[in-house]
């Protein structure tokens, strides 16, 4: 065994694999997968007589082979000696009343077409008592088919000249070409209402379809204006913070933090998770934070009803680059380690998301703008997850950005 060989064995035998034969709950190593194969009740095998096509499970095979298989040996109900079921069906077809011929079950151990023929020669042409019994019989059963078969006979021909003498009638009178001539005239009237009937409604259905469209144009730019205003408001919350900042030291320090860590509590959860379903208000950013008193200027973005691979279904949290007042001191692009926390109010489970700044990314080159495109996890927590430990207590969420300023 080659050593790829060995190893792909070692690693199979490693997992838990279950037996794939429908029905049955076994699971064990690859190895032992292979003894339990060969003794599985529930797989499917094939008759042991080879003339028999059939296919079970294997704990049928006793019932099988005692009460199904045609193959399976009987006694003969005329010798006593063993035969296949199959070859006592074509003898009891072909023997209905013991004769005094041999049986062909002890001469020959089987009955195949040719003993059936010849069976059947044999009683036409040795066994008279019986030949005779099943020929008057057989006459007795004729008669009484041929006379139904009279009477039906009887009654189809009277229906036949019946409907003769409609024909004959009516082509005489003219009355049935009116008749179908009046219901054809109706059918095609009532053609010609309903496919103008459907012509006003195809029309109509355009036009709505034309309104709706209208509509949707109408909803989508308003959709984007909302998206354009929310990313506005942002801003301006930012500037206002800002502002707040400057109006002295501890006003400041009090405001935004300065070691490259960033608190953010969200207030009103729930109501903000409903603007964010509506489509009110889809994104929340953090007041701003600094990697040092005059490094680089960032914030948290967050959309409580998720972003794009993430909406409906999970909590999306992002980290933002913005532009700032020292940014000509920096280093670019930036290169830092991100750490996202979603914190535990009650035990410290918090959940947290890490990732390294890419410096291909233009999420991390020196902003142009108030703010670079955001960079972080669409996919960062499932929505359904969130009250299985304290995350939201008393309508609060706690959000915690570490950048590592090293």
């Known amino acids: 065994m080659s050593l790829k ?16 034969n429908q029905g049955c709950a076994w699971h064990g190593t690859y190895e032992a997968l292979e003894g339990h194969s060969a003794v599985c009740e529930h797989a499917l095998i094939n008759c042991i007589h080879t003339q028999c ?48 011929y041999p049986c062909p079950i002890t001469s020959t151990g089987g009955i195949d077409t040719q003993e059936k023929l010849r069976l059947n020669l044999h009683s036409l042409s ?25 009477e039906k006979f009887v009654m189809v021909v009277g229906k036949l000249t019946g409907l003769e003498r409609r024909i004959e009638n009516l082509e005489s009178s003219g009355e049935g070409d009116t008749r179908i001539r009046n219901e054809v005239h109706e059918l095609q ?88 379903i509506n489509g009110v208000k889809t994104a929340l950013y953090s007041q701003p934070f ?8 960032m914030c948290a973005k967050m959309y409580l009803n998720g972003d794009g691979f993430g909406k409906g279904s999970h909590l999306s949290l ?28 009650g035990n410290g489970d918090h959940m947290i998301d890490a990732f390294n700044s890419d410096p291909q990314s233009s999420s991390f080159q020196r902003p142009k703008s108030d703010m670079n495109i955001a960079s972080g996890s669409p996919l960062f927590m499932p929505l359904d997850s969130l009250n299985n430990r304290q ?5 609060v969420v706690f959000i915690k950005i570490i950048v590592s300023i090293h």
Request: glycine fraction near 4%.
């Open 318 to 345: 992002f980290f933002v680059v913005m532009r700032g007042d020292y940014d000509a001191l920096q280093s670019w692009p930036f290169q830092k380690k991100i750490t996202m926390m979603l914190l535990d109010q």
């Open 189 to 276: 009237s009532k053609i010609r209402d309903h496919t103008t009937e459907s012509g006003n409604l195809r029309e109509r259905t355009m036009s709505l379809e034309g309104e709706v469209r209208d509509q949707i144009s109408i909803i989508d730019r308003f959709r984007s204006r909302m998206d354009q205003m929310d990313e506005s408001l942002a801003l301006n919350t930012v500037k206002i913070t800002d502002l707040d900042s400057q109006r002295g030291p501890r006003a400041q320090q009090a405001i935004h933090s300065y070691n490259g860590t960033l608190l953010w509590k969200i207030e009103s959860y729930q109501r903000k998770r409903e603007d964010a």
């Open 290 to 297: 600094y990697s040092a008193q005059y490094g680089y200027k």
């Open 391 to 395: 995350y939201i207590k008393d309508d």
């Open 5 to 20: 060989d060995t190893f792909t064995k070692r690693e199979l035998n490693g997992l838990c694999l279950h037996c794939t």
């Open 53 to 100: 096509k059939m296919n079970f499970q294997r704990s049928h095979l006793a019932e099988h082979l005692k009460s199904e298989c045609e193959y399976r040996n009987v006694k003969c109900d005329y010798c006593g000696k063993d035969a296949t079921f199959a070859s006592m069906k074509i003898l009891r077809e072909t023997r209905e009343t013991p004769v005094s």
């Open 126 to 150: 040795s066994c008279k008592q019986v030949v005779g019994t099943n020929l008057l019989q057989d006459v007795k059963i004729n008669a009484t088919l041929l006379q139904d078969h009279a």
